[in-house]
C-alpha cells in the first residue's frame, strides 16, 4: 500500500476514535466500562498484560518484551511482579520511585521505551481508552470533579476509587464557564503521545546549577500577569513541566541520580502523595508511573551519601543485568545491526555467536564448584545440555552470585567493534575471524578496562576463537559429506565391487566404454588402510566380507553399508580423508585437477544456499578450515 494512503487510513482510525462529550455523558461510558477510569499504573501493567503471559519453565514470559528484550526473563519477571502488577493492585510499591539499575547498555532504556511506546498504542483501544477534562493542559482525570463528599458513594455505586482533587485552572473554569455544573464540563478521549506532550514524559538531566525546577512543574507565565491580575491566577501559569504532561501516564527519569536534590524531592512527593508542588498553588495532583534508571557505581555513591538516606527507603531498586545466554545476546545484536547502517553487510554465519560467546564470557564469574568451569557454565546458562550437570546444578549455579550480570562488556561495544571492522575491511562481508579480531585490538585501545580484566579477556577470545575452530570444522564436514549417506554408500558399492572381482579373479567392465578393467588395486587400499588393514591382511578382509554377504544372501538380507562394522568405519574415514584432502587443496598453491575443483564448488555453492554465506565467506572458511587441518 503507498504510504500516504496509510498515513491517510491512520488519520481516518484516529478520527473514528475521537470522542467528546459532557462528564455526565463520561459516567454513561463508566457504567459500561468502568476499566477505562483505572490508574496510571494499573494501566501499564494490564497493557503489559494485553499481549498475553505464558509460562516457561516456571518463569513467565511476557509477549509485551519477548520479541524485544531477550535473555532478561528473570529480571523481567521479577520487574513485572514485583513492582507493575502490586502496583497495578494499589499496593505500597507504587507509592516508591521505580528505578532499574544496571550496567551501560544492559537494556533499561530499551525497557522504558518499550513501556512508552506500549502505553500509546494501548491507549488507542477499547480497553485502554484515556477520558480527560478537556483542555486541560495536564489532561486531568474528569473524576476529579465528582466533589470529596460524594466520593464515598460513587464507589460504592460505580465501584471506582477516586484519588486527587481538582486543580486550581479546573476549577476555576467549572465555576467561572459552567457555575459549578460539573455534569457540564467537557470530557474527551486522550490518545498518549510523548511527542505531542500527551501521558508521556522524559526528563535529562543537564547541568544541576542552570537546570530549573520549571522543566519540572511548569512555571508562571509573567506576559499574562497583567491581564489576569495576579501571579496565583491558575490561568497565569503555564503547566508545561514535564510532570504536568505526563498525568495519566508515564514518566521516565535519565539518569536519576545525577539530579539536584530538590528536584528529587518533587519526585518523592509525587510518588508518596500523589501530588507536587507548581507555582504558588496548593498541591496539583497527577497520576503517573515514575520510572528511572541508573547505573550501579552511581547508586552505589548515592546510598552511600548520608544525606540521600530518607529517599533511599522510597525508592525500589530493580536490577536490569547483561543477558547471560549466548544465543540471545546474538540476537540482541542481530536486532542491532537490523536497526543499523550496516543491516546491508554480509554477516557471516557464527561471527555474531563468537562475538556472543566472548562478551557473555566477560560477564560471568567463576564458579567454585567442582569440575563446572566458565566454558560450561556459559554452556549451561544457554540451556545446553553439560555431562554431569542437572538443572538443580543450574540454579545453584545462577545463586551463587546477586551480581552477575553487573559488569562485563557491552552490547554497543560489541556492535561498534564490527562496525570498525567493515569500515576497515571495506568489502560488504565480514567473517567470524574478523570480528575477534576487532574485539581483541579493541581491548588493547579501551582506556576504561583494568589491566587485570585485560588479560582475563584476552584469554576469553582465545576460547571464543577455539570454539569456532570446532564450528568451522564441523560446518564444512557437513557441507562436504551433503549427501552422506549416499556418498558411503556409492563408495563401499564401488569397493564391494572390486573386492568381488579379485576374489573371483575376474575382471570388471567399463560402464561407459565396456572395456574389461582389473580390479582397481589403489581404490581397495585406500580404503583398507583407513582401518589399519595391512598388505598380508588384505586378502583375508576381503573374503571375509564376501563371506558375509552371500551369508546375508542366503537369509534373504541385504547387505549395506551399516552391515559390517569395520567396513563403514573404513568408510567414513576415507570420507573425511577426502574432505582433509580437498580443504588442503583450496589452499595449497597447487593447481587443483578438475574433479576436485568441482567438488571445491560444490561445497561452496552448498554453504552459499544451505548455510547462509556468500561466495566470500564460504571461501574464507574453506581456507581456514584447510590452515587449521594442515597444522
Ligand atoms: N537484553 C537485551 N535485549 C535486547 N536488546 C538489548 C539488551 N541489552 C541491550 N540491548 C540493546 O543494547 C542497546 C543499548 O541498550 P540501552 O537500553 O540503551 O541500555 P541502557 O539504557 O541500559 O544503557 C540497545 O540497542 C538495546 O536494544
Ligand atoms: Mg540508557
Known amino acids: ?7 491517510k487510513r491512520h488519520r481516518e482510525e484516529e478520527d473514528r476514535l475521537k470522542w467528546e462529550g459532557t462528564f455526565a455523558d463520561y459516567l454513561e461510558i463508566l457504567k459500561q466500562r468502568p476499566e477505562v477510569a483505572q490508574n496510571a499504573h494499573s494501566r501499564v501493567y494490564n497493557m503489559i498484560r494485553s499481549h498475553g503471559i505464558t509460562e516457561v519453565d516456571g518463569t513467565r514470559r511476557y509477549g509485551f518484551f519477548g520479541e524485544e528484550i531477550f535473555g532478561l526473563e528473570e529480571a523481567v519477571e521479577r520487574l513485572v511482579e514485583e513492582y507493575f502488577h502490586p502496583a497495578a493492585k494499589r499496593l505500597d510499591v507504587r507509592k516508591r520511585i521505580l528505578l532499574l539499575m544496571g ?30 477534562i478537556k483542555g486541560c493542559p495536564m489532561h486531568e482525570d474528569p473524576l476529579h470533579l465528582i466533589p470529596l463528599h460524594l466520593r464515598e458513594e460513587f464507589r460504592r455505586s460505580y465501584g471506582i476509587r477516586i484519588e486527587g482533587a481538582l486543580s486550581p485552572l479546573n476549577a476555576m473554569r467549572l465555576e467561572q464557564e459552567y457555575g459549578g455544573r460539573i455534569e457540564d464540563m467537557p470530557v474527551e478521549r486522550i490518545f498518549l503521545s510523548e511527542d505531542k506532550r500527551v501521558g508521556v514524559g522524559t526528563f535529562t538531566p543537564s547541568d544541576p546549577k542552570s537546570q530549573d525546577i520549571a522543566d519540572l512543574t511548569g512555571s508562571i507565565d509573567f506576559s499574562t500577569i497583567a491581564e489576569f491580575g495576579s501571579e496565583s491566577d491558575p490561568r497565569a501559569y503555564r503547566f508545561d513541566g514535564e510532570l504536568n504532561k505526563a498525568n495519566r501516564g508515564l514518566m521516565e527519569f535519565q539518569e536519576m541520580l545525577k539530579l539536584d536534590e530538590k528536584f528529587l524531592w518533587h519526585l518523592l512527593s509525587l510518588t508518596q502523595e500523589g501530588n507536587f508542588k507548581a507555582g504558588r498553588f496548593a498541591l496539583i495532583s497527577a497520576d503517573e508511573l515514575i520510572v528511572a534508571h541508573t547505573n550501579e557505581t552511581e547508586y552505589r555513591s548515592f546510598i552511600a551519601d548520608k544525606k540521600n538516606e530518607a529517599l533511599h527507603s522510597r525508592i525500589i531498586v530493580m536490577p536490569v543485568p547483561y543477558n547471560l545466554k549466548v544465543s540471545e545476546e546474538e540476537r540482541i545484536y542481530r536486532k542491532m545491526i537490523s536497526d543499523s547502517d550496516m543491516s546491508h553487510v554480509h554477516i557471516a554465519p557464527h561471527a555474531l555467536r563468537v562475538a556472543a560467546i566472548f ?64 569500515i576497515r575491511k571495506d568489502v560488504p562481508a565480514i567473517n567470524a575471524l574478523d570480528v575477534l579480531r576487532s574485539l581483541k585490538d579493541g581491548l588493547t585501545d579501551h582506556a576504561s578496562i583494568s589491566d587485570e580484566d585485560r588479560t582475563r579477556y584476552m584469554e576469553y577470545i582465545g576460547i571464543a576463537r577455539r570454539e569456532y575452530d570446532d564450528i ?37 567392465r567399463d560402464p561407459l566404454t565396456g572395456e574389461e578393467l582389473p580390479p582397481d588395486e589403489k581404490l581397495m587400499r585406500s580404503i583398507e588402510e583407513q582401518i589399519g588393514i595391512s598388505e598380508n591382511a588384505k586378502k583375508a578382509f576381503r573374503e571375509e566380507i564376501l563371506i558375509r554377504i552371500s551369508a546375508y544372501a542366503r537369509k534373504g538380507k541385504r547387505f549395506d553399508y551399516n552391515s559390517h562394522d569395520r567396513l563403514r568405519e573404513a568408510i567414513q574415514k576415507k570420507l573425511f580423508a577426502d574432505l582433509k584432502d580437498v580443504v588442503k587443496i583450496t589452499t595449497s598453491s597447487a593447481t587443483p585437477d578438475e574433479s576436485q575443483l568441482k567438488k571445491v564448488n560444490e561445497v561452496v555453492a552448498r554453504l552459499v544456499d544451505e548455510h547462509g554465506y556468500n561466495s566470500t565467506s564460504a571461501n574464507d572458511l574453506l581456507r581456514y578450515v584447510g590452515s587449521l587441518l594442515n597444522r
Open 1 to 7: 500500500m503507498d504510504i500516504l494512503e496509510k498515513a
Open 103 to 132: 550496567p551501560v547498555s544492559g537494556g533499561k532504556s530499551t525497557i522504558v521505551t518499550l513501556l512508552k511506546r506500549g502505553l500509546e498504542a494501548y491507549s488507542r483501544t477499547d480497553e485502554g481508552a484515556v477520558y480527560a
Open 359 to 422: 562478551s557473555v564470557l566477560t560477564r560471568l564469574k567463576p564458579s567454585r564448584k567442582q569440575g563446572a568451569d566458565i566454558v560450561k557454565k556459559m554452556r549451561l546458562y544457554d540451556g545446553e545440555n553439560v555431562e554431569g550437570f542437572s538443572a538443580v546444578d543450574v540454579n545453584e549455579l545462577k545463586k551463587e552470585f546477586a551480581d552477575e550480570g553487573m559488569s562485563g562488556i557491552d552490547p554497543r561495544y560489541v556492535i561498534n567493534r564490527i562496525s570498525s571492522a567493515i
Open 472 to 508: 568451522a570444522k564441523k560446518e564444512v564436514q557437513k557441507a562436504f559429506v551433503y549427501s552422506y549417506e549416499e556418498s558411503a554408500k556409492t563408495l563401499m558399492d564401488n569397493y564391494l565391487d572390486h573386492v568381488e572381482a579379485f576374489c573371483n579373479k575376474n575382471k570388471l
